[in-house]
């Protein structure tokens, strides 16, 4: 089983920065791709980074420029950093995990005040 624990949401005004964390725990020999999902009141969960094992990246229209998202292998921890916050980047934010499965975390409320 896989463990996945998210950190790192908050409230912040608009233009502000936050970086989530989620660190994946358990019998792990070599996770493939992590990242995240978000999604606002209403309106269906999606996609705002993933990383590969290799490292390469992919971005929601909406965040590329702003959000970098980063692994570090040797703790299993996936990041995302978000500059230039916007009132409509507020949502919860889910850390999933694959690895022979998808995982997800609890989710992490972001709110980005105007």
């Known amino acids: 089983q896989v463990q996945v624990v998210e950190s790192g949401g908050g409230l912040v005004q608009a233009g502000g920065s936050l970086r989530l964390s989620c660190a994946a725990s358990g019998s792990i020999f070599s996770i493939n791709d992590m990242g995240w999902y978000r999604q606002a009141p209403g309106k269906q969960r999606e996609l705002v980074a993933g990383?590969?094992?290799?490292?390469?990246?992919n971005y929601a229209d909406s965040v590329k420029g702003r959000f970098t998202v980063s692994r570090d292998n040797t703790k299993n921890t996936v990041y995302l950093q978000m500059n230039s916050l916007k009132a409509e980047d507020t949502a919860v934010y889910y850390c999933?995990?694959?690895?022979?499965?998808?995982?997800w975390g609890q989710g992490t409320q972001v709110t980005v005040s105007s």
């Open positions: 990383i590969t094992g290799g490292g390469r990246t």
């Open positions: 999933y995990v694959l690895y022979g499965r998808t995982y």
